[in-house]
């Protein structure tokens, strides 16, 4: 290539306008079909765990406290998720979703994470009882 052809695309590019944005000073809208963080809503699961056997992550875990009572906890892992929508395809009672308004998703610690969804008082109560358990192995 001849530098001639070079300094006129040089001199073209300084006239174009940019083809990235300046994020995050300038944001736009993610997609409308866009797979951002999962959502859970334990009102309308059965139990089934059909979302945990077809996620090909294992990054849904579904606790059950009291199966009768329909009292379960989704321990959900956006490191490990791929936003594939598998689950939510296989879920058969439409409890899972994907929300598009929730993509910016880095963060610099691992906590964030780690999302619980459930009921506050089921969520709590699985805390706490991890917590006593892993109070009593470290005493071990």
């Not at 040089?10 to 944001?27: G, Q």
Request: net charge positive; aromatic share 10%; with cysteine.
């Amino acid at each position: 290539m001849k530098i001639g052809s070079l300094i006129g695309d040089i001199l073209k590019s300084f006239f174009k306008k940019p083809a990235t944005i300046l994020y995050p000073v300038e944001r736009i809208h993610a997609p409308e079909r866009y797979r951002g963080q999962l959502f859970w809503e334990p009102e309308k699961c059965s139990g089934c765990q059909l979302c945990v056997k077809d996620c090909p992550s294992n990054a849904i875990e579904l606790i059950v406290l009291d199966k009768v009572n329909k009292r379960f906890v989704m321990r959900y892992d956006k490191d490990k998720c791929t936003y594939c929508a598998q689950c939510v395809a296989s879920c058969r009672f439409a409890c899972l979703n994907m929300n598009s308004d929730q993509w910016e998703l880095a963060s610099l610690r691992k906590e964030p994470f780690t999302v619980y969804y459930g009921k506050d008082e089921d969520v709590s109560f699985l805390l706490a009882e991890r917590a006593a358990t892993s109070h009593l192995h470290s005493t071990e």
